[in-house]
């Protein structure tokens, strides 16, 4: 599966992340990224996970060759 990364994310992970582990869901893919980066606990509560440009939930369940975008919310100020 490919996940790529928007904005903070990128910086912390890089544009593109390919996994080969057995991940079946959003919410384990969630906790993947926790354990690659701790930072990632903090903001987990806010991440945005998209497939196919539509949001999808953490229960959501995760297809062989999905790609899936992950982002924060937009901010400004």
Same mark, same amino acid.
């Given at each position: 599966?490919?996940?790529? &990364?928007?904005?903070?994310?990128? @910086?912390? &992970?890089?544009?593109? $992340?390919? *996994? @080969?582990? @057995? +991940?079946?869901? *959003?919410?384990?893919?969630?906790?993947? $990224?926790? #354990? #690659?980066?701790?930072?990632? #606990? !903090?903001? #987990? @509560?806010?991440?945005? &996970?998209?497939?196919? !440009?539509?949001? +999808?939930?953490?229960?959501?369940? *995760?297809?062989?060759?999905?790609? *899936?975008?992950? &982002?924060? /919310? /937009?901010?400004?100020?």
């Amino acid at each position: 599966m490919k996940i790529k &990364f928007y904005g903070k994310l990128r @910086e912390m &992970f890089g544009e593109e $992340l390919e *996994i @080969e582990d @057995e +991940i079946e869901s *959003i919410e384990e893919l969630a906790n993947f $990224l926790m #354990k #690659k980066d701790a930072r990632i #606990k !903090n903001l #987990k @509560e806010h991440l945005i &996970f998209s497939r196919e !440009n539509k949001q +999808i939930s953490l229960k959501e369940k *995760i297809v062989k060759g999905d790609e *899936i975008s992950v &982002f924060l /919310p /937009p901010t400004g100020g």
